[in-house]
Each structure stands twice: as structure tokens, then as C-alpha cells.
């Protein structure tokens, strides 16, 4: 056992280990994502079933993460005061009380309260679980671990808008809610009776510590802009690293994930004939989406496995951003179904590695006995861009045509790459 910074003990003594933590932790996950999947495949095409216009599909879709910005440093810093466990089960509760709520209400407000409800699950759910993680890895394996963490939840992304999709097509959109509320219940029983806790033991000391309370001036002193200056000035490639992470969320999360349906709509028609099958354009979306999630939770232990290699995280990163902008001038130009899935493949490939390579980054400079404050603060930025995405796209269809939406996300990796580009120059990565 050695110290912590702040005079803590840390011990890895009865902590889990990877195998122990990643089975229960990533099949909570998964299931949990059931519902919330489904609604950015099918909302668009259930407008009248949930009594919502256009409009305010989009906020719906964007509504959820808005919550998410302020609630994710306070997670972060509870998850350092109070463990990791309670929390991610209390956020799968919530989890399935909001998507039942899906099935069971109708009309603006109703559902607005259910999605702020599962913002407010996926905020606890996400940064417990990667903060889990990064409790569990060390320097040496911290990308494979992650790559590992991100296929699970990647399988979520894929499973969910499949099934759901499909279950939409044949049961009605009520009833595949409360399905979807069913399965996150069971990631509930499973995470209730499986899931070990991994804080450092330094972390469960200092709960009772006067000096950690969570009061607003405590909380407002450790979260100060002062402080968070310093550590960026120490730490410059933090900045870098969630630049890009803000770009990847707001591209693939935000504009790709809540516009696929509508990018059928109107390139291929409500009915999508598939050889000699016609599926609706709901289940479509579900195939698309599924494949897209496929893709990066395959491709996500192989690029953390390699940016744990001599290959290097940033190396990693430069031929993501260059696959994400081929992808979006591919799904700019598209007029075919072929055209369409290989603009959608390429992004999913795209942005299943840099995930994982970028959560890997973060974890490089994050001091111990710390995870969750900075994963709590990793996760605002992407939740940040993520919710612009939806926001953004909806209402720029009021003003010019869907392809010019995803020729300025093509714009944004540019964007990126030269900022790795300038990073480099200057000797900083």
C-alpha cells in the first residue's frame, strides 16, 4: 500500500478485478440503452402516437442531455465521496421508470419529464460505469479495458434500436416501451446482485471527512474555475482530448444517431425495398443503427489494444478523424442504400475507436482517487455536444436541405485534425 496525493491510503487489497466487474457492470449497461435506442429509430415515425410535432421530436431527443450537463460533475464528485455502486443501480432504477414512461404517456410534458428522468439515469449509469472501469485498469491495459467496456456498450447501442425497432413494427410503439422498460429491469436485478464495488478504499476513508462535504461552497471550492485551469495548464492534451471527444458527440451521437430515419425518409421513401423484402422505414433505422453499433463495439478492443502498443493513442486518433470525414461526405452525397450504409459504417468504425482511444487518454492523466470528479467533467463535454447535435440539425432542416447538415459535421473533423495537427507542431502530444 502507498499514499495517495492527499495523504490517503489506497489499497488494491479484495479489489475486483476485470473479470469480476465487466460482466454484470456491461450487461446493466447494455440492457439499460434498450429504450432510449429505440426512440432516436422510431420517435420520427410515431409523431402522432405520442402526440408530438417535428419540432419537438427534436428536443426530445436533444432534452435528456441537457440535464445531463450539470448533473455529471456532481456525480462525479458523489461517486468519489460516496462509491460507486449505489449510484449506478440507482441510476438503472430510474432508468426503467423513464422508459415505461415512454409506453405510458403521451403528449409534450409527459414525455419531456420521462427523458429529463432518463438523463438523469444515463448521467448516474455512464459515469459510474466508466469510472468503474478506470478503477479496475492500469497504464498497461487501460485501452484494452476500455475497448472491452465500450463493446458492451456498444452491444446496447446495436441490440437496442434493433429490437426495439422491430417490436415498434409489430406491437405498436406502447407496448415496445414497456418491453424495453422490462429489459432495463432486468440490467436492475443483475447489477443489484452481481456488481462489485470498486472505489479505492482511500475514496471510502474520506467520506467522513467534515472538509468533503457537499455543500455549495465545498462543491463550488473544488469545482472552482481556478482550479480547473491549473490542472488543463498541467495537463494541456486534457484539452485537446475533449475538444475531440465534444466533436465525435456531436457528430455521431447528436446529428447521425437523431437523423437516420428522416435520411431514409427522404432519400429512399417510407417503404425500403432490401432485395426481395420491404421493410418499413422504422426497422430500417433499427438495421442501420444496429450495424453502426456492431461496428464500433468490434473495432473498439482492437484500437484500444493498439493504442496501448507502441502505435500510441494519437496516431489512433488522426485516422479517425480522417474515416469520420470520408464517412459524412459519403452520407452528404448518398442517393442509394449501398452508399448510405458504407457512409454509416465508416463513421461507426470512426467513432468506436476514438472513444475508446480518448477514454483511455483521459485516464492517462486522471490522479488516483479521482476518477469520478474528472470523468464526471469528461462526460459534461461530450453530453454537451451530443445535445447541440439534435437541437442543431432540427433546426437547420428548417433552412437548408439534410446533406448540408452532414457536410458541416465533415467540416468539424477537419476542424479536428488540425487541431491535432497545430498540438503536434508544437511539441505538446
Known sequence: MKPNSDGTIASSLGSP??????????????LSLFGDLTLYAVLVTQLD??????????IMLGINRLIRIPGNPLTGILLDRLGRRPLFILG???????????????????????????????????????????DVSTDSDRGRIMGIFNAWLWSGFALGPLAGSFLVDIAGFRRGMLVCAALTALGLIVAAFALPETAPVGNRRT?????????????????????????????????????????????????????????????????????????????????????????????????????DTRVGRWPLLVGCLISGTI?????????????????????ALSGGAALVTLGAQVGDVTPRGRQGALMGLYATVGDIGSMIGPFLAFA????????????????????GLGLVARMRKEGII
Open 207 to 307: 467520506r467522513r471527512n467534515p472538509e468533503l462535504s457537499l455543500s455549495l461552497p465545498r462543491l463550488a471550492k473544488r469545482i472552482s474555475p481556478r482550479r480547473a485551469g491549473a490542472f488543463l495548464a498541467d495537463n494541456p492534451t486534457l484539452l485537446t482530448t475533449a475538444g475531440l471527444f465534444f466533436i465525435f458527440q456531436l457528430t455521431g451521437d447528436g446529428v447521425t444517431l437523431s437523423t437516420i430515419s428522416l435520411l431514409l425518409q427522404q432519400r429512399l421513401g417510407q417503404d425500403v425495398g432490401l432485395g426481395s423484402l420491404t421493410l418499413g422505414v422504422a426497422s430500417v433505422a433499427g438495421l442501420l443503427l444496429a450495424l453502426r453499433a456492431v461496428l464500433a463495439g468490434a473495432i473498439g478492443p482492437l484500437a484500444g489494444h493498439l493504442s
Open 49 to 58: 402516437t405520442v402526440g408530438l410535432s417535428l419540432g419537438a421530436a427534436g
Open 17 to 30: 478485478t476485470p473479470s469480476r466487474l465487466l460482466p454484470p457492470l456491461g450487461m446493466a449497461v447494455c
Open 327 to 347: 464517412g459524412f461526405v459519403l452520407l452528404t452525397l448518398a442517393t442509394s442504400p449501398a452508399v448510405i450504409v458504407l457512409g454509416v459504417a465508416l463513421g
Open 92 to 134: 438503472m432504477l430510474l432508468g426503467t421508470l423513464s422508459t415505461a414512461g415512454y409506453g405510458l404517456l403521451r403528449g409534450f410534458w409527459p414525455f419531456l419529464i420521462s427523458r429529463l428522468g432518463w438523463g438523469v439515469a444515463w448521467t448516474l449509469i455512464n459515469v459510474s460505469g466508466t469510472t468503474m472501469t478506470l
Open 396 to 415: 437547420l432542416l428548417a433552412f437548408v436541405d439534410l446533406r448540408w447538415i452532414y457536410l458541416l459535421c465533415a467540416l468539424t473533423f477537419l476542424i
